[in-house]
């Protein structure tokens, strides 16, 4: 079974422009949630979505943004970029609940590494 | 949101076991408890899950106390190989067979484990 696929692996913006990530989440998962990670402030949860609907939202500016599509895969766009939004942005697919977990367990891509000038 | 606080670091030889606690002291009645790894450049994948009282699979063991407000990882006989970040996530709900919502996820900063030979 195919993980997460997540593209593209690495870009370069520059500040003011905007940034469109993408991942398609393993087959069978309805789930998909966004993180950001940096070294100052590690995990931070983005959102998730399920069934073409945001479930839950963290805690960043509307500039950050996403979408599901019926196939389950997703997107995140982050308009009017700053040097702070470079980070490691992942994003991961939930499994059902199963023997080793009662919330279904998370499957993250191996991110986007988006670096903003 | 839960927070939660976890050691930025943490040495150990091979052989040895090595316990990391996660404190998260305003965990919600329906939040889990789930720890993940992750070595450079690769997302986190799951190790263990748990909600209350020790649970067990074949790389480590959960404990967790009554109060809830703690919970700590524990990883028997660790090898080079084990060296990685692990983090603590509190959230999600139960994963019923429309998978909802995962809740708000909180991720703890993340523990830097360190295997020596």
């Known amino acids: 079974k195919a993980g997460v696929t997540q593209t593209p692996r690495y870009l370069i913006k520059t500040r003011g422009q905007q940034v469109t990530l993408s991942c398609s989440p393993i087959s069978g998962h309805r789930s998909v949630s966004w993180y950001q990670q940096t070294p100052g402030q590690g995990l931070q949860f983005l959102f998730e979505y399920f069934s073409e609907t945001q479930r839950n939202k963290g805690n960043f500016p509307g500039r950050f943004s996403g979408r599901q599509f019926s196939n389950s895969r997703s997107e995140m766009n982050v308009s009017t970029l700053e040097l702070g939004d470079s980070a490691l942005y992942l994003c991961?697919?939930?499994?059902?609940?199963?023997?080793?977990?009662?919330?279904?367990?998370?499957?993250f891509g191996e991110g986007s590494r988006l670096t903003v000038l | 949101l839960a927070k939660t606080t976890q050691p930025i670091s943490m040495d150990s030889y091979e052989g040895q076991e090595v316990n990391i606690t996660c404190s998260h002291n305003?965990?919600?009645?329906?939040?889990?408890i789930t720890w993940y790894q992750q070595f450079p450049s690769q997302g986190p994948r799951f190790i263990i899950q748990?909600?209350?009282t020790k649970v067990t699979n074949e790389v480590a063991s959960l404990f967790i106390p009554a109060d809830r407000k703690s919970s700590t990882l524990s990883l028997p006989r660790v090898s080079l190989s084990d060296t990685a970040v692990y983090y603590c996530l509190v959230g999600g709900h139960l994963a019923n067979a429309g998978g909802t919502s995962y809740g708000k996820l909180t991720f703890g900063q993340g523990t830097i484990l360190t295997v020596h030979p």
């Open positions: 305003n965990i919600a009645t329906n939040d889990y």
């Open positions: 991961a697919s939930r499994s059902r609940a199963s023997g080793r977990t009662n919330t279904g367990e998370l499957f």
């Open positions: 748990g909600y209350k």
